[in-house]
């Protein structure tokens, strides 16, 4: 059992360029989040998704797009990578039936862009 | 305007000693609020999560106080470990969705031996 798993965990990307990473899980969660973490600043979401073949805005979805075609996966894509977009992306998930908010977070995918 | 704010910004402590971290919140309407502790280059993970009714709730070493009137929470650690070195993050859920989550910006403590 994986939990959550996260790939790629390290990318260095030039100005323009387009990547995705992945977010794979295998608890059966319904929901899933992307977010990013920054020196200095709490955890803010990206986008996420109440289930397969829906996606929702979150706090700072600028220059992000996503992707839930399966249950399983949740996709973040940069189309052109910015400076700005240098962070640490953290997926999480979670299941509504749980009746508290635990989410269950990957470890991380450390992006920087030059 | 919906935030949640955490003091100290960081500390030091030395081994086996206690040390308090709060949380204050301004979020409306308030569901529930988590801790999470954070070790470096790791995930969040849940230590204790209050509700509006629970005013203390321990695990292990670590207690969780929460004042909804004054809408304030801290954590509470005794005898400190070296291993508690590490990032605690004050999350407070807004209302009933899900993605409605409001993070504190953390408190990065650090244990010398």
């Known amino acids: 059992n994986a939990g959550v798993t996260q790939t790629p965990k390290f990318r260095v990307l030039k100005t323009g360029q387009s990547m995705t990473l992945l977010c794979a899980q295998d608890m059966n969660h319904e929901y899933m989040y992307w977010y990013r973490q920054d020196p200095g600043m709490g955890l803010r979401l990206i986008h996420y998704s109440v289930g397969e073949g829906t996606t929702a805005k979150g706090e700072v979805p600028d220059g992000y797009n996503v992707s839930r075609l399966k249950k399983q996966n949740f996709l973040l894509g940069l189309e052109s990578a910015a400076p700005s977009q240098t962070s640490v992306y953290f997926c999480a998930t979670y299941w509504r039936d749980s009746g508290a908010n635990v989410l269950t977070f990957g470890a991380g995918s450390r992006l920087t862009v030059l | 305007k919906n935030q949640v704010e955490q003091s100290p910004q960081s500390l030091i402590i030395l081994e086996g000693k206690n040390c308090t971290l709060q949380c204050n919140y301004t979020v409306s309407p308030f569901s529930n609020l988590r801790w999470y502790k954070q070790d470096t280059g790791r995930g969040p993970v849940s230590l204790t999560i209050?509700?509006?009714?629970?005013n203390t709730k321990s695990n292990g070493r670590y207690t969780a106080t929460l004042d909804a009137d004054t809408k304030q929470s801290s954590l509470h650690i005794t005898a400190s470990q070296l291993s508690d070195s590490a990032s605690y993050i004050c999350?407070?859920?807004?209302?009933?969705?899900?993605?409605?989550?409001?993070f504190g910006k953390g408190t990065k403590l650090s244990v010398k031996p």
């Open positions: 209050m509700t509006f009714s629970e």
């Open positions: 999350v407070v859920r807004r209302g009933p969705d899900q993605g409605n989550l409001i």
